[in-house]
């Protein structure tokens, strides 16, 4: 109810703006009488975009029918009653509006919310502002902006006065020219009188002719004055229009497409578009206006041509004029949400597309059509070159065509392709050590549609941000180092999609923490000595020299060090180890890395350094070197084979395989001689709130099995009955062994129940489908 509360406390024209939020879609009174309730719900939980969130919205609906009809039954008096009839009034005429399409009501309420936020925001920056604290950049440029839309309601309100002051002067310019006319004819109309009869009357006209002559020349040198002025005047608002277009379009739009670009990153949501779009409405507004005017002028000149340079300077500011319109129209045709950039062929996909003025223009008078094509690189830059390109692809684009729709309550043209899929794709031949996942593509949305009653026609299109597509999933890693390296260092406005192929090592850190916040949802990304590890990595031949290892802010990394060379005495490059790492974490891990207990960028020899300095049972984790996606516990114990000798041991690498069998905290449980977390944290302060809680008692006289992992060189007694053992990995040692106790009788183990396969083989998955086989075969005692 905050909201509404400083809602309305809002003044002037932001108080005008949150009132033409409401109407017969949404009325006021709901607002004011359900604020608590609207305000409490959770709108932005619904994804407008999915048909399978109905559902949710159609609860949203019928909660909100029975919050209005409790509203109205605690109503009571005279007043009371009056308001009971409107409530349920509202309520049937809610209900038969949205019933049949509840996700419109979730938009209509979100674009309320959300417009009703910023309009607050804005008057509170408005009013620190005059209290003389200072504006940030953002605030000053929407001032910036909303003070010239000022200046230009002013400018074209004073060109309408004068306009209408030519046109009454130009009237009465005509009935002065008829009167003139007049006069002539009854002069001449004397000519068949008598002399003496004629002469008086005829020196009156003749002295009345003159008059209105002599005016007529003067007041045709005024209107021409008229004219010229106004048409100065017209030239300085174009000035201006062009100016504010400039501003919005090449540098407020830019930036939120760059925005919306390293979102794709995992940035943050790039937002503003509803703001983005009042600014374009006033705009196409302000222009049409102008236009209108221009255009009226161009009437009145033909209506009385004089002499003059009029029709020429009237011609020029119309082109100019109709230019600025058409520059606004196709610039505004842009993708609310983007198809995703890793696109995989045969699955479906969705796109938005939205036109910033169609709703001022009334292009939803007659929806225009909205085609969508998939095109390769070299088709963008002819389409950006004006070379035609009609009726070229890269390939076939299924529910490709979609109806622009116009949503009355959020005032927004837009078409959602919800069901689009990749039949197929035809590739280019690639260049030199180029791969197939370094190919970009892009798909062309454009349309068609008139204005003015088809007095301008315009056709619109907008390209999407590169596309990679891939067949396989195997493909999707090195697809997303392609996608995030062009997201991160493209350039506005470049020719379609060079990006540069050296950058600074810092721009890839940033744009690697980006990345990894995003997929931890995580305000706790790359600490600085985590970047000067991926450093270490990335340059491992500076690592020998004499200079500063974690002086690397003037180094450059290639395209092909990122991802295309593998790393020294690896199959892999370092983008795909840093990519493993990301996946694991965000699959099995993101609680304890957001926890602080997972120190992860640390090599084998630093961990050692840390490890010896702590007592025994210290231990830390930390991501494999040699295996994607790996991570691994290294602790200090003493040296069971040499009294008196520490050692740090290594635990083999975990993957995602070994943490969907048994998380990573019941691990660490299991592991009795791990007691502390490095430096000093008791593990089970640490870890204790993801540990599985203890099986249930038998069932029916069945016992559940469980799994638990050991390493023997560490292990204490055990009195629990079945549990899955695990050899230690020294630094020095990387063998493992397998064990089941007690025996059982199974064909998959050997006499002293050991599973009998080779080392390489997943053995955890043995394990794992042997415990899905029927009980009474594995576990049961005779008489079950």
Request: glycine letters at 4%.
């Given at each position: 109810?905050?909201?509404?509360?400083?809602?309305?406390?809002?003044?002037?024209?932001?108080?005008?703006?949150?009132?033409?939020?409401?109407?017969?879609?949404?009325?006021?009174?709901?607002?004011?009488?359900?604020?608590?309730?609207?305000?409490?719900?959770?709108?932005?939980?619904?994804?407008?975009?999915?048909?399978?969130?109905?559902?949710?919205?159609?609860?949203?609906?019928?909660?909100?029918?029975?919050?209005?009809?409790?509203?109205?039954?605690?109503?009571?008096?005279?007043?009371?009653?009056?308001?009971?009839?409107?409530?349920?009034?509202?309520?049937?005429?809610?209900?038969?509006?949205?019933?049949?399409?509840?996700?419109?009501?979730?938009?209509?309420?979100?674009?309320?919310?959300?417009?009703?936020?910023?309009?607050?925001?804005?008057?509170?920056?408005?009013?620190?502002?005059?209290?003389?604290?200072?504006?940030?950049?953002?605030?000053?440029?929407?001032?910036?902006?909303?003070?010239?839309?000022?200046?230009?309601?002013?400018?074209?309100?004073?060109?309408?006065?004068?306009?209408?002051?030519?046109?009454?002067?130009?009237?009465?310019?005509?009935?002065?020219?008829?009167?003139?006319?007049?006069?002539?004819?009854?002069?001449?109309?004397?000519?068949?009188?008598?002399?003496?009869?004629?002469?008086?009357?005829?020196?009156?006209?003749?002295?009345?002719?003159?008059?209105?002559?002599?005016?007529?020349?003067?007041?045709?040198?005024?209107?021409?004055?008229?004219?010229?002025?106004?048409?100065?005047?017209?030239?300085?608002?174009?000035?201006?229009?062009?100016?504010?277009?400039?501003?919005?379009?090449?540098?407020?739009?830019?930036?939120?497409?760059?925005?919306?670009?390293?979102?794709?990153?995992?940035?943050?949501?790039?937002?503003?578009?509803?703001?983005?779009?009042?600014?374009?409405?006033?705009?196409?507004?302000?222009?049409?206006?102008?236009?209108?005017?221009?255009?009226?002028?161009?009437?009145?000149?033909?209506?009385?041509?004089?002499?003059?340079?009029?029709?020429?300077?009237?011609?020029?500011?119309?082109?100019?004029?109709?230019?600025?319109?058409?520059?606004?129209?196709?610039?505004?045709?842009?993708?609310?949400?983007?198809?995703?950039?890793?696109?995989?062929?045969?699955?479906?996909?969705?796109?938005?597309?939205?036109?910033?003025?169609?709703?001022?223009?009334?292009?939803?008078?007659?929806?225009?059509?909205?085609?969508?094509?998939?095109?390769?690189?070299?088709?963008?830059?002819?389409?950006?070159?004006?070379?035609?390109?009609?009726?070229?692809?890269?390939?076939?684009?299924?529910?490709?065509?979609?109806?622009?729709?116009?949503?009355?309550?959020?005032?927004?043209?837009?078409?959602?392709?919800?069901?689009?899929?990749?039949?197929?794709?035809?590739?280019?031949?690639?260049?030199?050590?180029?791969?197939?996942?370094?190919?970009?593509?892009?798909?062309?949305?454009?349309?068609?549609?008139?204005?003015?009653?088809?007095?301008?026609?315009?056709?619109?299109?907008?390209?999407?941000?590169?596309?990679?597509?891939?067949?396989?999933?195997?493909?999707?890693?090195?697809?997303?180092?392609?996608?995030?390296?062009?997201?991160?260092?493209?350039?506005?406005?470049?020719v379609p999609f060079m990006v540069p192929d050296k950058v600074l090592w810092p721009q890839l850190c940033e744009a690697l923490d980006m990345k990894y916040k995003a997929e931890m949802h995580s305000g706790r990304g790359l600490a600085?000595?985590?970047?000067?590890?991926?450093?270490?990595?990335?340059?491992?031949?500076?690592?020998?020299?004499?200079?500063?290892?974690?002086?690397?802010?003037?180094?450059?990394?290639?395209?092909?060090?990122?991802?295309?060379?593998?790393?020294?005495?690896?199959?892999?490059?370092?983008?795909?180890?840093?990519?493993?790492?990301?996946?694991?974490?965000?699959?099995?891990?993101?609680?304890?890395?957001?926890?602080?207990?997972?120190?992860?960028?640390?090599?084998?020899?630093?961990?050692?350094?840390?490890?010896?300095?702590?007592?025994?049972?210290?231990?830390?984790?930390?991501?494999?070197?040699?295996?994607?996606?790996?991570?691994?516990?290294?602790?200090?114990?003493?040296?069971?084979?040499?009294?008196?000798?520490?050692?740090?041991?290594?635990?083999?690498?975990?993957?995602?395989?070994?943490?969907?069998?048994?998380?990573?905290?019941?691990?660490?449980?299991?592991?009795?001689?791990?007691?502390?977390?490095?430096?000093?944290?008791?593990?089970?302060?640490?870890?204790?709130?993801?540990?599985?809680?203890?099986?249930?008692?038998?069932?029916?006289?069945?016992?559940?099995?469980?799994i638990k992992q050991v390493v023997p060189e560490f292990t204490t007694p055990n009195p629990e009955p079945v549990y899955m053992e695990q050899a230690a990995s020294p630094t020095i040692s990387n063998t493992t062994t397998f064990n089941?106790?007690?025996?059982?009788?199974?064909?998959?183990?050997?006499?002293?129940?050991?599973?009998?396969?080779?080392?390489?083989?997943?053995?955890?998955?043995?394990?794992?489908?042997?415990?899905?086989?029927p009980m009474v075969n594995q576990w049961s005692s005779p008489q079950s």
């Open positions: 109810m905050a909201m509404w509360i400083q809602a309305q406390q809002l003044q002037g024209d932001a108080l005008h703006q949150m009132q033409a939020l409401y109407g017969q879609h949404f009325p006021i009174e709901v607002r004011h009488y359900l604020a608590q309730w609207i305000e409490s719900q959770l709108w932005d939980s619904v994804e407008l975009d999915n048909p399978a969130e109905e559902a949710k919205a159609k609860h949203l609906l019928d909660s909100l029918m029975a919050e209005l009809q409790r509203k109205a039954q605690h109503q009571v008096g005279e007043d009371g009653f009056l308001l009971k009839i409107k409530l349920g009034h509202y309520a049937t005429q809610l209900k038969g509006t949205y019933d049949r399409c509840p996700l419109e009501l979730v938009r209509c309420i979100k674009h309320i919310l959300h417009s009703e936020q910023r309009l607050v925001q804005e008057a509170t920056n408005a009013s620190c502002g005059s209290a003389g604290q200072a504006l940030d950049s953002l605030s000053q440029r929407h001032q910036q902006i909303n003070q010239a839309f000022e200046e230009l309601r002013l400018a074209t309100q004073e060109s309408e006065n004068e306009l209408r002051k030519l046109q009454h002067s130009q009237e009465y310019f005509i009935i002065q020219y008829q009167e003139n006319h007049r006069i002539q004819a009854q002069i001449n109309s004397l000519a068949t009188l008598p002399l003496a009869e004629r002469t008086p009357r005829e020196t009156t006209l003749q002295s009345k002719r003159a008059t209105v002559e002599a005016w007529l020349t003067r007041e045709a040198s005024t209107l021409q004055k008229y004219r010229l002025d106004l048409s100065e005047q017209h030239q300085k608002t174009v000035n201006l229009l062009r100016k504010q277009q400039t501003l919005i379009l090449d540098e407020e739009l830019i930036q939120w497409k760059r925005r919306q670009q390293l979102a794709g990153n995992g940035g943050p949501a790039e937002g503003g578009l509803d703001v983005l779009q009042s600014w374009c409405e006033k705009l196409a507004d302000m222009i049409w206006q102008n236009r209108q005017q221009i255009r009226r002028c161009e009437h009145l000149t033909q209506q009385l041509p004089l002499p003059g340079p009029m029709e020429e300077l009237l011609s020029k500011l119309n082109s100019e004029i109709t230019d600025i319109i058409s520059a606004l129209v196709t610039s505004t045709f842009i993708i609310e949400k983007q198809p995703p950039q890793v696109l995989k062929t045969q699955t479906k996909f969705a796109a938005t597309v939205r036109l910033l003025v169609g709703g001022k223009l009334n292009v939803h008078m007659n929806p225009p059509q909205v085609k969508a094509v998939i095109v390769s690189e070299q088709q963008a830059k002819a389409l950006l070159k004006n070379e035609s390109t009609r009726n070229d692809s890269s390939g076939e684009i299924l529910n490709n065509n979609c109806v622009m729709e116009y949503h009355q309550a959020t005032g927004t043209l837009s078409a959602h392709f919800r069901n689009m899929s990749l039949k197929r794709i035809k590739r280019s031949d690639r260049r030199g050590a180029e791969s197939v996942t370094e190919e970009k593509f892009t798909v062309l949305f454009e349309s068609q549609f008139s204005v003015g009653g088809n007095e301008l026609v315009f056709h619109v299109k907008t390209l999407s941000l590169p596309v990679v597509v891939i067949v396989h999933g195997s493909q999707d890693n090195n697809a997303t180092a392609t996608v995030l390296w062009d997201n991160a260092f493209a350039e506005p406005g470049r600085e000595d985590n970047l000067v590890f991926l450093a270490q990595k990335a340059f491992p031949s500076n690592n020998n020299n004499n200079s500063n290892p974690e002086d690397h802010s003037s180094v450059t990394i290639s395209w092909s060090q990122f991802n295309r060379e593998s790393l020294p005495g690896r199959n892999f490059t370092f983008w795909q180890w840093f990519d493993g790492v990301v996946e694991l974490m965000k699959k099995h891990l993101k609680p304890h890395w957001n926890d602080g207990a997972i120190m992860g960028f640390v090599n084998k020899q630093q961990a050692q350094d840390m490890l010896l300095s702590k007592p025994n049972g210290t231990f830390l984790l930390r991501f494999s070197d040699s295996e994607i996606g790996g991570i691994t516990i290294a602790w200090v114990a003493e040296n069971p084979n040499k009294t008196g000798e520490r050692l740090v041991w290594n635990l083999l690498p975990y993957t995602t395989k070994d943490f969907s069998i048994r998380s990573l905290a019941d691990r660490i449980s299991d592991l009795n001689h791990l007691l502390f977390l490095y430096p000093d944290r008791p593990k089970d302060e640490v870890f204790a709130k993801y540990y599985t809680p203890p099986l249930s008692k038998a069932v029916d006289g069945y016992v559940k099995p469980q089941i106790f007690p025996p059982m009788s199974d064909p998959m183990l050997d006499a002293d129940g050991d599973f009998d396969l080779d080392d390489t083989m997943d053995v955890a998955r043995h394990v794992e489908e042997l415990l899905r086989r």
